[in-house]
């Protein structure tokens, strides 16, 4: 076993708390890795943990397969998590351990402690993170700006949109900022409006980049977005809320007011749970919008242009990333890896088409898959944390690469005479 899925399916993106069915998400998740990137499907594993369920309805149904009882939380819950990952550790040394849908209290505590200790990757967090960073340097590979330049509004303050905030400010503080230049550069909403340093119940990921009331002279005004973003005057907004149809005309035309080319992603899913359609989203801007989403959209017609929208979706990135580490025999998966695996992803745009993605299509999914795990594989060749004796990323990539082999029908029948 080389790749391990797990889940605990409390945070399910569009669904929440799904108990012990979420390992439908771990088991699909291994069909994209091998589909995209060539693992052996032979050699990965997913796993499901039984931590009871909050979902009332789950608890209520007889046909449950899971334990009936609320999950289990605090230091119970992390101790099992710790045998959990020692015990992988030991049987299957030169795996990576993949977590998916881990809950908002649980999955950043979950990577921080094991990030640079073990060969990990939360999809969550750090996919969702590297695929909008590689569709904000793909718009801006568009525009001509720079990183450096933009405003960020985060919409949906959760577990993804955290991510996406630490790669984008990661990138930042890459480009040249000191953090604290960096931390300017940002804005969360959330449930309760714009988050501010002062209110109760914040995670120590949104602490981290809240800002003060006294910035504002109508602070308590802007629990609305649209006054939100007349306040913050955001030139990227990121939408993870799942609150459908959340930007709204109003908000939209308020960004379009403030930015040449705003950058809108709402990356929700399913379609029910999107903050806006491309569609209205490029209306309302008067065609000026560049706009990914997280579910598969058509192009949409403004003014006899057809634009592409881009798929922000995670499996763009992760079958790339989690190959190119297994390629090499990484250490570790660090935030290098990432930022050259969202670089790769980015740099296929095509910026001179009019009406150009931000991100490539979904099928060419194989193309770019594999040259993300390169990227990712010289990343870790670069730092010194591939095995000893790999040196030739692209090598090492096809040299671990798994294909069907379909052999004739005759062939097969002779087996048997």
């Given at each position: 076993?080389?790749?391990?899925?797990v889940?605990d399916?409390?945070?399910?993106?569009?669904?929440g708390?799904?108990?012990?069915?979420?390992?439908?998400i771990?088991?699909?998740?291994?069909m994209v890795?091998?589909?995209?990137?060539g693992i052996?499907?032979?050699?990965?594993?997913?796993?499901?943990?039984?931590?009871?369920?909050?979902?009332?309805?789950?608890?209520?149904d007889?046909?449950?397969?899971?334990?009936r009882?609320?999950?289990?939380?605090?230091?119970?819950?992390?101790?099992?998590?710790?045998q959990?990952v020692g015990?992988?550790?030991?049987l299957?040394?030169?795996?990576l351990?993949h977590?998916?849908?881990?809950g908002?209290?649980?999955?950043?505590k979950?990577?921080?402690k094991?990030?640079?200790?073990?060969?990990?990757?939360?999809d969550?967090?750090?996919?969702?993170?590297?695929i909008?960073?590689?569709g904000?340097?793909?718009?801006?590979?568009?525009?001509?700006?720079?990183l450096?330049?933009?405003?960020?509004?985060?919409?949906?303050?959760g577990t993804?949109?955290?991510?996406?905030?630490?790669?984008?400010?990661?990138?930042l503080v890459?480009?040249?900022?000191s953090?604290?230049e960096?931390?300017?550069?940002?804005?969360?909403?959330?449930?309760?409006?714009?988050?501010f340093?002062?209110?109760?119940?914040?995670t120590p990921?949104?602490?981290?980049?809240?800002?003060?009331r006294?910035?504002?002279?109508?602070?308590?005004q802007?629990?609305?977005?649209?006054?939100?973003i007349?306040?913050?005057?955001p030139?990227?907004?990121?939408?993870?809320s799942?609150?459908h149809n959340?930007?709204t005309?109003?908000a939209i035309r308020?960004?379009?007011?403030?930015?040449?080319?705003p950058?809108?992603?709402?990356?929700s899913?399913?379609?029910?749970?999107i903050e806006?359609?491309?569609?209205?989203?490029?209306?309302?801007?008067?065609g000026?919008?560049l706009?990914?989403?997280?579910?598969?959209?058509?192009?949409?017609?403004?003014?006899?242009?057809q634009?592409?929208i881009?798929?922000a979706n995670?499996?763009l990135?992760?079958?790339?990333?989690?190959?190119?580490a297994?390629a090499?025999?990484?250490?570790?998966?660090?935030?290098?890896?990432?930022?050259?695996?969202?670089?790769?992803l980015?740099?296929?745009?095509d910026?001179d088409?009019?009406?150009?993605?931000v991100l490539p299509?979904?099928?060419?999914?194989?193309?770019?898959?594999?040259?993300?795990?390169?990227?990712?594989?010289?990343?870790a060749?670069d730092?010194g944390?591939?095995a000893?004796?790999i040196?030739?990323?692209?090598?090492?990539?096809a040299?671990?690469?798994?294909?069907?082999?379909y052999?004739?029908?005759d062939?097969?029948l002779a087996?048997?005479?």
């Amino acid at each position: 076993i080389r790749l391990i899925v797990v889940t605990d399916a409390e945070g399910i993106l569009g669904i929440g708390d799904w108990g012990v069915n979420g390992v439908d998400i771990a088991v699909g998740k291994l069909m994209v890795y091998t589909a995209a990137a060539g693992i052996d499907p032979a050699q990965v594993l997913p796993v499901s943990i039984d931590a009871g369920t909050n979902n009332q309805k789950l608890l209520d149904d007889q046909n449950y397969l899971g334990k009936r009882h609320a999950r289990i939380e605090g230091q119970r819950y992390f101790d099992f998590i710790d045998q959990f990952v020692g015990d992988l550790e030991s049987l299957f040394p030169k795996s990576l351990l993949h977590f998916e849908d881990f809950g908002r209290g649980t999955a950043a505590k979950i990577l921080d402690k094991y990030q640079g200790k073990i060969l990990t990757f939360n999809d969550d967090i750090q996919g969702t993170g590297v695929i909008v960073l590689a569709g904000v340097l793909g718009a801006l590979n568009i525009t001509k700006e720079k990183l450096t330049d933009q405003t960020f509004l985060t919409f949906g303050a959760g577990t993804a949109g955290m991510g996406i905030v630490k790669m984008l400010f990661e990138e930042l503080v890459r480009q040249g900022l000191s953090e604290q230049e960096a931390k300017q550069h940002f804005y969360l909403f959330d449930r309760q409006g714009l988050l501010f340093d002062d209110m109760e119940g914040l995670t120590p990921e949104q602490a981290r980049f809240t800002r003060s009331r006294g910035e504002f002279d109508n602070a308590a005004q802007l629990t609305d977005l649209t006054a939100a973003i007349k306040a913050v005057q955001p030139t990227v907004m990121v939408g993870t809320s799942t609150v459908h149809n959340a930007f709204t005309e109003a908000a939209i035309r308020e960004m379009a007011a403030h930015a040449k080319h705003p950058i809108i992603f709402p990356i929700s899913n399913p379609t029910k749970k999107i903050e806006a359609m491309p569609d209205d989203v490029m209306n309302w801007s008067d065609g000026r919008a560049l706009v990914a989403t997280g579910i598969p959209t058509p192009a949409v017609d403004y003014q006899g242009v057809q634009y592409e929208i881009g798929q922000a979706n995670n499996a763009l990135i992760y079958p790339g990333v989690g190959f190119g580490a297994l390629a090499v025999q990484a250490k570790v998966i660090n935030d290098e890896m990432l930022a050259a695996a969202a670089h790769a992803l980015g740099g296929l745009v095509d910026a001179d088409q009019p009406g150009a993605a931000v991100l490539p299509p979904v099928s060419k999914l194989v193309d770019f898959s594999k040259k993300v795990a390169e990227a990712v594989a010289q990343s870790a060749i670069d730092q010194g944390l591939a095995a000893a004796g790999i040196t030739d990323a692209k090598q090492a990539v096809a040299d671990f690469t798994w294909q069907a082999e379909y052999k004739p029908l005759d062939q097969e029948l002779a087996r048997f005479e």
